[in-house]
C-alpha cells in the first residue's frame, strides 16, 4: 500500500486476531516437541527436529506480521467514511441492481466472502471513489461496473 499506517474494518481485525490465536497455539504446540538440544539422536531425529525447528521459526515469523498490522491499524485510526481505502466497508451496485457490502482489506488471508482486496480488480477500481461514483473493472466473465452507494463501519 502507501507506506503509511492502513486502517483495518472490525471484521478483518477479529479475522487477524483469530489468526494470531490459532498461530500462537500451533506455535505453542509445535514448540512443546522440540527436544532439549543436549541430547543426541540418530541423523533421521536431527532432521526431524530440524523441520520442527524451522517451522516454529515460520509461526513465529508470521506471529510478528500479524502483531505489527494490528498495531499499525491501531495507529491508523479508522477507515474513512467520504473516500475509500484500505479498511472501508462499501456499498455496491451492480449493474443488475443488486446490492452487495464489500470490506477493502490487505490481504488475503483473512477468510472472510465480503472481503475484496485492494490489489484486486474490484478492490483498486474502488480505492479514492466516493459515494455516488460508478467504477469498471475487470471481472472473470469480462467488464463489469459497480456503483459506489455509501461508505460506512
Do not use: C
Not at 541423523?43 to 505489527?68: F, G, T
Request: glycine residues 8%; charged residues 30%; aromatic residues 2%.
Amino acid at each position: 500500500m502507501s507506506g503509511e499506517p492502513e486502517p483495518m474494518s472490525a471484521t478483518e481485525r477479529r479475522a487477524l486476531e483469530q489468526e494470531l490465536a490459532d498461530v500462537t497455539a500451533e506455535r505453542n504446540a509445535d514448540a512443546a516437541t522440540l527436544q532439549d538440544t543436549t541430547e543426541v539422536g540418530d541423523r533421521a531425529d536431527q532432521a526431524d527436529e530440524l523441520i520442527r525447528s524451522d517451522e516454529v521459526d515460520r509461526l513465529d515469523a508470521r506471529i510478528d506480521e500479524i502483531k505489527v498490522r494490528l498495531r499499525s491499524a491501531a495507529d491508523a485510526g479508522a477507515p474513512s467514511t467520504d473516500v475509500v481505502g484500505v479498511g472501508s466497508t462499501v456499498e455496491v451496485r451492480y449493474a443488475d441492481g443488486s446490492v452487495a457490502t464489500v470490506q477493502i482489506g490487505e490481504g488475503a488471508a483473512v477468510l472472510d466472502r465480503t472481503l475484496v482486496t485492494a490489489d484486486s480488480p474490484l478492490g483498486s477500481a474502488l480505492l479514492g471513489r466516493r459515494a455516488g461514483d460508478s467504477v469498471s473493472y475487470d471481472a472473470p466473465d469480462g467488464q463489469a461496473t459497480v456503483t459506489v452507494v455509501s461508505l460506512g463501519e
